[in-house]
Every structure is written in structure tokens, then in C-alpha cells.
């Protein structure tokens, strides 16, 4: 089992996929992964070396902001907003949608579940 940024990464995969396992690293970054460190497209995580694994880990640690301190930016930025008191950062303080979607019917996401009104007549 390779383990990189602290996230196990499935072995039977093939590596650009189980990459993609990190918080903050898509297609996209791990096909650049690859590429840079020269590894083939149809090479699996449990062929990979030991070297082939440090390298990658390495560059990850140099390169990207992935896992905790990526999700500690994001929560930092969301707790700035919701200081300031902008309409964004009211919008995730009361639990709706952030970037205009409607609420009139929708919005279940962020909303939760539907509650009934007592004593409403449709």
C-alpha cells in the first residue's frame, strides 16, 4: 500500500487514477505527475518502485497544496467571508446556496431536508 500526503492510495489502480485518491490532485494534475516523472500510462501503483514512489511523493510535497493544508485554506477562506459580514459570508453562515441559485423551490442541498409548516394549507 503506497502511501502519499498521508492518504493511502489503492495498489491496483493504475497511478494516475489512484492520485487523483489525494484531496487537490484531479486528472489532470496527476496525468502532469506522471508525465514530469516520466511514468507510462498503463503502469499500476504495486509496479511502482520505491524510488518511482518517493519521487512522486516529493514532487507532490514541492509542487501542490494538497490535503489538510489545502483544506485548511479553503475552511480560512470561508471563515474570512463569514468575519467580514459580505453577503457570501452570509449566505454560509445561514446554510443557503452561496452563488445565486434559487431558493423558492430547490436548494436542497444546502438547505437539508424539507421541514413542514404547522397548520399550512396548499
Not at 491496483?12 to 506522471?34: H, N, S
Not at 468575519?83 to 454560509?92: A, E, I, K, N, V
Request: proline fraction near 3%; charged fraction near 35%; charge should be positive.
Amino acid at each position: 500500500m503506497a502511501r502519499i500526503a498521508g492518504v493511502n492510495i489503492p495498489t491496483q489502480k493504475r497511478v494516475e487514477v489512484a492520485l487523483t485518491y489525494i484531496f487537490g490532485i484531479g486528472r489532470t494534475r496527476a496525468k502532469d505527475i506522471c508525465a514530469k516523472l516520466s511514468i507510462p500510462d498503463a503502469r499500476r501503483v504495486h509496479q511502482l518502485t520505491d524510488d518511482e514512489v518517493l519521487k512522486i511523493r516529493e514532487l507532490i510535497d514541492r509542487d501542490f497544496v494538497v490535503e489538510g493544508d489545502l483544506r485548511r485554506d479553503n475552511a480560512m477562506n470561508i471563515k474570512r467571508l463569514m468575519d467580514l459580514g459580505c453577503y457570501r459570508g452570509l449566505r454560509h453562515r445561514k446554510g443557503l446556496p452561496v452563488r445565486g441559485q434559487r431558493t423558492h423551490t430547490n436548494a436542497r442541498t444546502r438547505k437539508g431536508k424539507a421541514r413542514p409548516i404547522a397548520g399550512k394549507k396548499k
